[in-house]
DNA sequence: GCAGAAATTTGACACAAGTCAAAAAAATAC
DNA sequence: GTATTTTTTTGACTTGTGTCAAATTTCTGC
């Protein structure tokens, strides 16, 4: 397996549309009563997981919001033997497969780590009971599906209103380190074309 | 203007793949503290509208849910002179549109009433301090935008993974009212087609 | 019921993007 | 450095779906 490019210093964050939206979640979540915040880090566990290994699979019920510390991570389907890369993410994202998270149901998901990947998670029931018992935690993960929630609505637009070049192109400025980190396979899977027709965009781009 | 297909009897609800979760939703609903729930009754204010006016504009901020009663709805927006319906609502759906909503920016989208329509409305700043002062309350809204989100992951699996003929057979199977009741114009929007390429379909199909 | 308007269907053609196959380039192992 | 494998590019061809235009059907108002 070829190594991607991507280096400890090399890790801007995405460029969504909806950074401000991350900055107030963040804002909030630093302005939390330091108890509270103490023990959300205590509920923490961190985890390491080899390149290529997945840390959920079709069939297993998603019981943890996984977040990014280190590394590269995707999270995909299979339809007709041809993967679709959904998201990809980078330090600070937070891996979920969320249907089957919100509903406790298997999911038909991978979350494949694509580097050395490190990361922290929060199990469901012990997130719960602390969304339960702090009004402002749950107040943070109502945001977080919001962010969520807009995001897909985005990027169902991008496939409604965008031709394939066009597709690369706003990847190519929105988040741009997907398009120089990983292999044309994935990007072409996360932008749903095939190899060859993302391999003559970029002939024609650049 | 030609009139739809639809009268009072003929309401079933959207069989959407959700439906379990909806129902989880309307149970939680229904098992609040009855002090609550009246003051959240009390909070709804009803409105009509007429066939063609439209409940939202783009520029406008979305400052309310918008609980359709009675009628059919529908949210839309404008890419290239083109009209794009990204969702169709029916009595018991909640119109919004979640990024303005949540930002409390304005919007892109219109919400246009497709006949009459009775709504029943709770205004944001509101519905904001009850759930604030209700943990039940904050944990219902949660649960809407879960299902909100999961419903547009599910819409966007559907355009990376159906041609034009494989949606429209799904959503003669998943939401029949849209086809049975409204003029093909909206329906070839709502799948993101031609006229012309749904009508090709329907002849063929039929 | 008839006339005009609106919606829908049908036809001819163009083009974006997929598929299969093979060549070229790049990465990896020895 | 060379050989092997993997990735990327290029070519030829096919197909689904859009566009424009015209014909047809269906509504609506009188």
Redesign the interface.
Known sequence: MRHFRTTKTDRKRKTRTMN??IKRIKDLHSKLDPAILTELEEAFVDKKFAKGSYLLRPEQICTAHLLIKEGIARKF?I??DRE?T?EIYFPDDVAIS??SY??QNPGDVFIEALTELEVTVIDYSRFYKMK?KY?EV??L??MF??Y???W??????A???LDASQRYLKLLEKEPQIVQFLPVTIVASYL?ISLETLSRIRSKVS
Do not use: G
């Not at 897909?152 to 637009?157: G, I, K, T, V, Y």
């Open positions: 401000l939206y389907y339809h007709q679709i959904i969320l249907d919100i509903m339960n009004p749950m107040m993960d109502k599906i919001e969520y929630a807009v897909f609505e985005q990027r169902l637009r496939f409604q209103t749903n």
